[in-house]
């Protein structure tokens, strides 16, 4: 985006946005390289062996595991909310409302994302050693209170501080990212491990990361102020909170061990085989 801001100048908003949107195929092409290159886990790996795998696994999960897959979309308010009013309604508020440049909002960012790329997968070796909440939920609380400090900074219209107010926004954000996949896959069993995982995993882009701009902007116009929207994500960061100190504590436990599996072993007449599904599995 800094990039094509750059190249295309005044003519950013006609045509300069699209190069990025372009690219992305790029990344599409990469990400999918990628998926098609992994293998089935180990558990999973078993279940197909075994024959043990479920003929409809979005109805059954669905079915079985509902509070799962809603604590899985709550428990990413946090997250998803705030990175979307801090990667894409800043735009929006610091060129219209503040009336920063463009770059000045583009060049913290590009610093925001490239300190992702390291705060994310320390957060998710850190939470393999001391367990998923206790990291997980240093990123809700730093949350929770950065939206006061983000906007405070910001507000002073000086470009020293909204640098470091939009270049340290996504830190809690990763934080919270860095454990979350394993987190939210560890609440499902395998069976259902991918479709549970899915489902949890997009709800909450739905419910909170796609209204987040809309709301954001709402809100600032009905209070004009942006301590408002400080307090929504004072809001979604309580509602993760929530969400994490009811979902259970699973980090160094084996989840290849499934009850249904030892009832089932039990009581033979439950057992359905079925024939395996594709390489890439449910």
């Known amino acids: 985006m800094l990039l094509a801001s750059a190249l295309s100048g005044d003519g950013f908003l006609s045509w300069g946005w699209r190069i990025p949107f372009l690219f992305s195929a790029v990344l599409l092409a990469v990400g999918l390289y990628i998926r098609l290159g992994v293998r089935e886990t180990p558990a999973f790996g078993q279940l197909v062996q075994r024959r043990r795998l479920e003929r409809q696994p979005v109805v059954a999960v669905v079915k079985r595991h509902p509070k799962e897959i809603l604590l899985a979309a709550l428990v990413r308010m946090g997250e998803q909310a705030p990175f979307y009013i801090y990667t894409s309604f800043i735009f929006a508020y610091g060129t219209g409302a503040l009336g920063f440049d463009r770059n000045i909002v583009l060049v913290p960012l590009v610093v925001a994302a490239l300190s992702s790329a390291i705060v994310i997968p320390l957060a998710g070796r850190a939470s393999d050693r001391f367990g998923r909440r206790p990291v997980y939920l240093a990123g809700v609380l730093g949350t929770a209170l950065w939206g006061f400090v983000y906007f405070g900074l910001l507000d002073t219209r000086g470009a020293a501080l909204a640098f470091i107010a939009i270049a340290g926004s996504l830190v809690a954000h990763d934080l919270q990212f860095g454990p979350q996949a394993a987190m939210i896959a560890e609440s499902f069993p395998t069976r259902l491990r991918y479709s549970g995982a899915s489902i949890g995993f997009n709800l909450a882009s739905i419910v909170a990361g796609g209204p987040a701009t809309l709301i954001a902007t709402a809100l ?63």
């Not at 004072?234 to 009850?259: K, T, Y």
Request: glycine share 4%; with cysteine.
């Open 220 to 282: 600032l116009v009905a209070f004009h102020s942006s301590f408002a929207v400080a307090v929504y994500i004072l809001v979604c960061a309580v509602i993760s909170g929530i969400a994490l100190m009811v979902m259970p504590e699973r980090a160094g436990q084996d989840i290849s061990v499934e009850h249904e599996d030892a009832v089932e072993d039990q009581v033979p007449f439950l057992r359905q085989p079925l024939s395996a599904p594709s390489s890439i599995g449910q």
